[in-house]
């Protein structure tokens, strides 16, 4: 199993700034792809950011420009630097993780945690 747990929500007002970390332990043989993903209210949670092992990263239209998303192979972390904040980034943002299920494959879980909320105020 392997666990994953986010840190650094809060309340931050429009045209703030955030940083997320997410750190993944547990039994770890290789981290794939991770990523930020976020829900709101009354909606579905979506894609915010994708980052391949290699540093291939993805973005929602919606916050190009505006957040970073990076990681640290050797610590099993992502990180996620969130600038220009919008009332409209409100959320419960969580981490994701593929983990390899075991060495001489190529299958994957998906692992979540359990969410961090970020709260912009206009």
């Known amino acids: 199993q392997v666990q994953l747990v986010e840190s650094g929500g809060g309340l931050v007002r429009a045209g703030g700034s955030l940083s997320l970390s997410c750190v993944a332990s547990?039994?770890?043989?290789?981290?794939?792809?991770m990523g930020w993903y976020r829900q709101a209210p009354g909606k579905q949670r979506e894609l915010v950011a994708t980052i391949t092992r290699g540093g291939r990263t993805n973005y929602a239209d919606s916050v190009k420009g505006r957040f970073t998303i990076s990681r640290d192979n050797a610590k099993n972390t992502v990180y996620l630097q969130m600038n220009s904040l919008k009332a409209e980034d409100t959320a419960v943002y969580y981490c994701?993780?593929?983990?390899?299920?075991?060495?001489?494959?190529?299958?994957?879980?998906?692992?979540w945690g359990q969410g961090t909320q970020v709260t912009v105020s206009s």
């Open positions: 547990g039994r770890i043989i290789n981290i794939g792809s």
């Open positions: 994701n993780a593929d983990s390899l299920n075991a060495y001489g494959t190529s299958s994957y879980t998906a692992y």
